[in-house]
């Protein structure tokens, strides 16, 4: 099997090449939101390291969000035109659930019994996140919090929790408790595979016509304000 996985749902544009369960490529900037200009390129990277074309894929796998509004569609546009094209299967992959299995698939979890807890900045001391057990099933809905020192503090008085992502570094001051851990793990394509995986067993293809992000919140234009001369 051959995946190609695209993850554009927070700051970080990662695109890897799967060969069966190996990441056999990656390409990530971790710069800035650049990812209409670097998605396409990282995209035609990784296909030539390898010797292929998106004729020899078997599916693309796309984070669904919830994440960045702009990042997502970059990301879902590019992943629908290649599967449009091409007439591959797409696969949505939660964007928490692959935040957490880049904890459980490089074994980072400190105990059995210790729930993740991934965060995707949403902006101020907001973040989406969600609860998922060590063999990544989700044990929480997916919500956009307001952090604050009260938060998780039912989990938390009964077991640990790991808190990473990019939503979880400016949660670290406001979580004190003593279940409360944190781990400098951020958005990659390669915690992308294991759920396209399992999704490619099962069949879960979403429809390329009418598959839509989950934006989770609605998106707010803000206009600059003219400035006075």
């Known amino acids: 099997m051959l995946f190609l996985l695209i993850e554009t749902g927070t700051a970080v544009c990662s695109i890897a090449l799967a060969r069966d369960t190996q990441i056999v490529a990656l390409r990530e900037n971790k710069e800035g939101r650049a990812h209409a ?18 004729a020899g894929l078997d599916a693309v796998a796309v984070s669904e969000g919830p994440g960045s509004y702009t990042g997502l569609r970059v990301g879902v546009s590019t992943a629908k035109g290649i599967c449009f094209g091409a007439q591959k299967p797409l696969i949505a992959v939660n964007s928490l659930l692959s935040l957490a299995h880049s904890v459980i698939d490089n074994r980072l979890l400190p105990s059995p019994d210790c729930l993740i807890a991934p965060m995707i900045d949403a902006r101020r001391m907001e973040v989406y996140t969600a609860l998922f057990d060590a063999q990544g099933n989700q044990r929480s809905g997916i919500t956009a919090e307001i952090i604050d020192e ?44 294991r759920p396209a995986i399992n999704a490619f067993a099962q069949r879960k293809f979403v429809d390329i016509a009418y598959f839509e992000p989950l934006y989770l919140k609605d998106f707010v234009a803000t206009v600059a304000k003219k400035k006075i001369v």
């Not at 077991?159 to 279940?179: E, R, S, W, Y």
């Open 150 to 193: 009260k938060s998780f503090a039912a989990t938390l008085a009964q077991q640990p929790v790991l808190f990473i992502g990019d939503g979880a570094g400016k949660c670290q001051t406001l979580l004190q408790h003593p279940n409360a851990l944190f781990a400098d793990v951020t958005a990659t394509a390669a915690g992308m595979l």
């Open 37 to 54: 200009q670097v998605v396409a390129p990282f995209i035609n990277e990784v296909l030539e390291e390898q010797c292929c074309t998106v």
